[in-house]
């Protein structure tokens, strides 16, 4: 654990990387703004949303169309914002760290503008423009913004006339804005219409995992480690899509359950739903929700305290992009052990009790969005064992996190936001 800490500190001193801690911090209210329209449009505006079901909001509420369509057009809209704006501010941030000039953008808005190109595509038969899904991947942004930045203050930093960079930018448009088409061009071919050998190992994963007629306890725990484990670096996966779409075991049990009703002999009980939903995802990706508490029953920090708190609710419904960017959990060493971990040993919990029989698995469907601790009780039709196994999992998941959180008193103050101090 301290040389956890001696890397983290070390780690924490690098200019690129208090370039995307200060992009991340930056950008935290504007993702809470977001993640808190993204819980009420899911939960009340999704027509299989837990508070639309129970209100029956599509029938009795004036506008419901309206109202759904402009929460989803914000969102998406949002969230857009979001990562271009992280392209932005992590090259305007390391451009500041490195070249020790005045804040002038050229960086942030070439940066900005690279992303924008390559998250751009035409629609088919429309001839208008649309935005790529590559535009929720959290790293690619990330990745341009530094290397603009970088190549901005070697610009700075070897001009022979001590210009400043925007000046030398001005007199020099016409070649910059050459280079950056040649740029941009070969990164966006390389990038949407290569892709060969990530597609490759993209795919023969999910040949692996949808192998044989039933999802397995090791092939969900290992698409949840996938899942897991990019979403720590900003890469949206659907590892655990792949198993719930593929297979048809929860269908089956639907089937089963539809002429028997009797959840304890369903043919299926190893299931996307019955683990990773029920007991591996409490709070999103991470099992985030044991995190916020642990946070706040343990550290002192102001800063991490405050987005805590802030975000725990939103973990509740499974969304903690705040909670992601604000301590922040992206990138940050501290917690991929845990991050990890927490949710392999939940739904360890939660496999050992199904197949033990002490409570049955979770095979009914529940509306959209429901708080995730409370799922595999829904999902069971109400078996409090199960509510308590989820809980042992959430507890223990929390134990998981106590000593990496406690290290977070022992990082320098305000970090990631020196480059604005």
């Not at 924490?12 to 449009?41: C, T």
């Not at 990773?276 to 508490?293: E, I, Q, R, T, V």
């Not at 029953?297 to 973990?315: C, E, F, G, M």
């Not at 845990?338 to 979770?362: C, D, E, K, Q, R």
Request: net charge neutral.
């Amino acid at each position: 654990m301290k040389q956890l800490l001696i890397v983290t500190r070390k780690l924490y001193k690098m200019n690129f990387y208090r370039a995307i801690l200060s992009a991340l911090w930056l950008i935290f209210p504007l993702e809470f703004v977001g993640v808190s329209f993204h819980i009420i449009f899911e939960t009340c505006f999704h027509r299989n949303g837990i508070l639309e079901v129970i209100w029956d909001l599509h029938t009795n509420l004036p506008g419901f169309n309206s109202i759904s369509y402009l929460l989803k057009s914000t969102n998406d809209l949002t969230f857009i914002t979001i990562s271009l704006l992280l392209a932005f501010f992590t090259a305007e941030n390391l451009f500041e760290l490195r070249a020790k000039l005045s804040h002038e953008h050229l960086a942030g808005i070439t940066s900005l503008f690279i992303y924008f190109l390559l998250i751009v595509e035409t629609a088919p038969n429309l001839d208008l423009p649309q935005i790529t899904d590559v535009a929720g991947n959290l790293l690619i942004p990330i990745l341009i913004g530094l290397f603009t930045g970088y190549g901005y203050s070697f610009l700075a930093k070897r001009s022979s006339l001590k210009l400043t960079v925007t000046y030398w930018a001005t007199t020099h448009l016409i070649v910059i804005f050459s280079l950056l088409i040649i740029l941009i061009g070969g990164i966006s071919f390389t990038v949407y219409q290569t892709q060969l050998f990530p597609n490759y190992i993209s795919q023969q994963v999910q040949n692996f995992l949808q192998t044989g007629n039933h999802p397995t306890f090791w092939k969900i725990t290992f698409a949840t480690l996938l899942s897991n484990f990019g979403h720590f670096f900003g890469i949206i996966n659907d590892f655990t899509t792949t198993i719930g779409n593929h297979f048809l075991s929860e269908t089956a049990n639907l089937t089963y359950l539809a002429q028997h009703h009797n959840l304890w002999n369903i043919p299926y009980p190893i299931t996307l739903h019955s683990l990773y939903d029920s007991y591996g995802a409490l709070g999103g990706n991470g099992m985030l929700l044991a995190l916020a508490g642990a946070i706040l029953l343990r550290v002192k920090n102001q800063r991490a305290r405050l987005v805590a708190s802030l975000s725990i609710t939103q973990t509740v419904f499974d969304q903690s992009e705040a909670l992601m960017f604000g301590i922040p959990i992206l990138f940050n060493p501290l917690f991929l052990i845990p991050f990890l971990v927490a949710p392999f040993v939940s739904m360890s919990i939660g496999y050992l009790a199904i197949i033990t029989h002490l409570v049955p698995a979770a095979a009914y469907v529940i509306p959209y969005a429901t708080p995730s601790i409370l799922r595999a009780f829904l999902g069971t039709n109400g078996n409090f064992g199960a509510l308590f196994v989820s809980l042992i999992g959430l507890i223990l998941s929390s134990l998981i996190y106590y000593p990496f959180v406690s290290l977070i008193d022992q990082l320098p103050e305000r970090n990631g936001d020196e480059s604005h101090a």
